[in-house]
């Protein structure tokens, strides 16, 4: 069982960070100080966040490691003046990021959507909990319609992020960086209590990051040009339609170039799970027992969740007979693989919500219940 | 560029003395701004106050939600949006990141006073080293006429029809006096535009306020009262006299904290 990482459009092989890494370059953290060391090394200037578990270590971490390198940390007096001081960091073509758990992600959302409406690069990490509401604090994945889906007002995606282990939790933030940059958009890492909290053996030190492309449009000073503005109002006629066009344009390139996913035993697969985040570690465990009793399960791991893996989808949905989504919701990445598969195959879903995480068993058994040979129809002969 | 500066130009090379002519800092844009508003006097002595100190080529300002959004097309420096309230925390990320520039807010009553207080009393708290002009006209304006946070007691708007009552609505807030009860700041003073000598108040109260931030002081804040005729249903003259009449003795014009220390 080989895992391949890759595009869709070209299937290369993603370079995995620990590949050819000694055990003494790993060091063990929580998912939420690999964020942290990630933003530090992709070149993060400011960071700006509050206090909301399950995310605190990553404040702490940047409070600490942020300032000792000469960069801009404050804790903030609430998530809405958090994301509008990156919004401000990023005027001034600085690397900025904010982080938060799912109640606090709410309110940052009008902050996101100036962003993604001014084209301001940032990245905004989410640490997601139970919902609705205060809910809990621990791990879930309700909030994948909110960062998928836009967030906030208006007509407009970013690219949305979800690592599955503690170093991905690193690579994809710096990744995150890299992307909000080349698209001057923000970029979500979309992680939950359970990636955030757990320790794994990371190997920060083997990556390197780009550094960040020129940014003339940036705001600091008209010294020898002429005055600039960061704004997402136009109210001439025509000229908002227009924007939006061109930031539709956008997001198709997006679409184009930054699909990510893993594929894991697809080759031979008679069903496939589908599952991103905390419940594609669980999978992974599904696939290995499956496969040990001879069962022909694969996974589709969806990395980035915008832009969807849609291609892919579509195409081992035409090899598979069936389809099991597992979330840690009530079934909302469940509509996208819908729209991918497109009624080519079945798909059914095994999800729990509140903190609650679907168990391998459980998984296990709806696997096993598509696994059996197809009943044969029962013909109608009498009315 | 602009044709002020062209026209100045041409006038001295003719040996002709300049009186007066419209601040480097401003562009020959016409403002969208009613008659008989303040903000057109305000958006010069801003720019007037860049002009003296020599700063506009290093200065970042932030337009609010409300008239002034537009401010961008009138200043010749460097402007951005930002979401309704939230100039004080994009100035925050500007001037951490860029130290050496200059960062200023311009904000009305409802963007700052309102939906925007947490992040203006934050700011001020941290001290941090930017300038904020407040301009207190008293209403919305922009939206053409709701209660703001500083309309009067009486006062009749869209949304308190039969006049502000305290009762319900609470008292006008005053936001020097409020951001005076914090250690931070340096500079706060209120200056009202009810004629000649209130608009030489606030000429000088802005180039202090700048010069503050130049020399690395900290944070100064200007509140300006300011007329909004069209939205107080009056006329140009009646909006200045209800600036001085009416304004001025809820909102006494003073200086609060100079070099740091409350007077």
Request: glycine share 10%.
């Amino acid at each position: 069982m080989s895992a391949v990482l890759g595009h869709v459009s070209r299937r290369r092989h993603h370079d995995h960070a620990t590949k050819g890494v000694t055990l003494d370059q790993r060091v063990l953290i929580t998912g939420n100080d690999a964020v942290g060391a990630g933003a530090i090394r992709a070149g993060c200037d400011a960071y700006f966040g509050y206090p909301i578990t399950p995310q605190n270590e990553l404040t702490a971490y940047m409070a600490k490691h942020m300032p000792e390198t000469g960069r801009v940390f404050i804790q903030s007096e609430s998530e809405v003046a958090a994301i509008n001081m990156v919004f401000g960091a990023a005027a001034a073509g600085k690397r900025a990021m904010t982080s938060s758990s799912s109640p606090g992600i709410s309110l940052k959302q009008e902050g996101i959507s100036f962003l993604a409406g001014t084209e301001l690069p940032a990245v905004i990490v989410n640490v997601q909990r139970g919902g609705p509401g205060l809910g809990n604090i621990a791990p879930a994945q309700g909030d994948y319609f909110q960062a998928t889906k836009g967030g906030g007002h208006g007509d407009y995606h970013m690219p949305v992020l979800a690592p599955d282990s503690v170093q991905e939790m690193h690579d994809l933030t710096m990744d995150a960086f890299d992307l909000a940059d080349r698209y001057r958009s923000p970029v979500m890492v979309l992680a939950d209590g359970r990636l955030g909290q757990m320790m794994e053996p990371c190997a920060p030190s083997i990556r390197q990051c780009k550094p960040p492309p020129p940014k003339p449009w940036a705001l600091t000073g008209a010294n020898g040009r002429e005055p600039q503005c960061i704004r997402s109002l136009f109210l001439e006629e025509g000229v908002l339609e227009q924007h939006n066009l061109r930031l539709q344009e956008k997001f198709r390139r997006i679409t184009a170039a930054e699909v990510r996913f893993e594929e894991r035993a697809t080759r031979d697969a008679e069903v496939l799970l589908v599952a991103y985040g905390t419940c594609a570690r669980i999978a992974k465990g599904v696939v290995a027992r499956a496969r040990a009793e001879g069962l022909r399960v694969g996974l589709l791991r969806p990395i980035s969740l915008w832009p969807f893996p849609t291609d892919i989808l579509a195409a081992l949905a035409r090899r598979v007979r069936g389809i099991l989504v597992v979330e840690m919701s009530a079934g909302q990445m469940l509509e996208d693989v819908r729209l991918a598969v497109n009624g080519l195959t079945p798909v059914s879903f095994e999800g729990r919500m509140g903190g609650g995480v679907p168990e391998e068993q459980t998984i296990f058994n709806s696997l096993s219940d598509l696994l059996k040979p197809p009943r044969v129809a029962r013909t109608r002969s009498r009315r | 560029m602009s044709a002020a500066r062209k026209s100045s130009s041409g006038a001295s090379s003719r040996g002709a003395r300049v009186l007066a002519a419209r601040p480097a800092s401003l562009t020959d844009a016409h403002t969208h701004y009613c008659p008989g508003c303040g903000h057109g006097i305000v958006h010069k002595l801003v720019a007037e106050a860049l002009d003296t100190l020599g700063i506009r080529e290093r200065t970042i300002g932030i337009a609010p939600v409300g008239c002034a959004v537009l401010a961008y097309n009138y200043f010749r420096c460097d402007v951005t949006e930002a979401a309704h309230g939230r100039a004080a925390a994009v100035a925050t990320g500007l001037k951490r990141c860029l130290p050496d520039r200059i960062i200023f807010s311009y904000q009305g009553d409802g963007d700052l006073a309102a939906i925007g207080m947490a992040e203006t009393i934050h700011a001020a708290n941290r001290g941090e080293h930017i300038t904020v002009v407040f301009v207190n006209n008293a209403v919305y304006g922009m939206t053409g006429g709701q209660m703001a946070p500083t309309s009067l007691i009486g006062q009749k708007t869209l949304t308190c029809p039969d006049g502000r009552d305290v009762s319900t609505m609470g008292p006008p807030i005053r936001m020097c006096e409020l951001i005076n009860t914090l250690a931070s700041p340096w500079y706060i003073e209120r200056v009202a535009l009810d004629g000649p000598i209130g608009v030489r108040r606030a000429r000088r109260a802005l180039l202090t306020a700048f010069q503050s931030q130049v020399e690395g002081k900290g944070y100064s804040f200007v509140e300006i009262l300011s007329p909004c005729p069209v939205c107080l249903r009056l006329t140009p003259g009646d909006g200045l006299k209800f600036v001085h009449d009416q304004m001025i003795p809820a909102f006494p014009v003073q200086v609060f904290r100079k070099e740091g220390k409350p007077l």
